[in-house]
């Protein structure tokens, strides 16, 4: 499984590839961030970022794009960049038929380091870690769309499981042809309404 992770921000846009399966050695095939000048244009930085992802698709060619799905923060402003971001990186897969996860810090954190409360030292240490490489990288947005990725090829498996599970539960679930039968109250003559 390959997977493009994808950590959203309008400034900053961590992008990260990893490939493997759960229980095996993880590879890490690419990682960096795409950038767009703050004093720019919104309309230009957003064409700026697809730019960026879609060359990323282009050269990593991912099965599936995991994405760090937005959450409420005080700063509205960080929020809106943040949701526009995101919204670009489900476009360009959406565009190419790629199958969109999306990933709460938390779960990212709890997948890689054990704790949803982890802090960006610790998910760098263990990306690091996990992906054997020398060094965390930098900036932190890089490190976290590993961890997305990383997130994804962990939790891929189970929650098909569950899918399937749910579908299959669905298709054996007695179906009625009719609406379940109420009873009502008999009436003194036929031709009174209550």
Known sequence: MRVLGVDPG??????GVVEGVAGRPLTMLGVGVVRTPADADLGHRLVSLEQGIERWLDEHRPEYV???????????RTVM????ASAVAMLCA??????????????????????????KAQVGAMVTRLLRLDAPPKPADA????????????RAPAQ?????AVALHASRAPHTSRA?????????SKGRTA
């Open 10 to 15: 309008l400034t900053r846009c961590g992008v």
């Open 66 to 76: 995991a994405v760090e799905r937005v959450f409420s923060q005080h700063n509205v």
């Open 81 to 84: 960049g943040t949701a526009q």
């Open 94 to 119: 959406a565009r190419r038929g790629l199958p969109v996860a999306l990933h709460t810090p938390s779960e990212v954190k709890a997948a890689v380091t054990g704790t949803g409360r982890a802090d």
């Open 143 to 154: 490190a976290d769309a590993l961890a997305l990725a990383i997130c994804h090829i962990w």
């Open 160 to 164: 098909n499981r569950l899918e399937q």
């Open 180 to 188: 379940p039968h109420t009873a009502q109250a008999p009436h003194a």
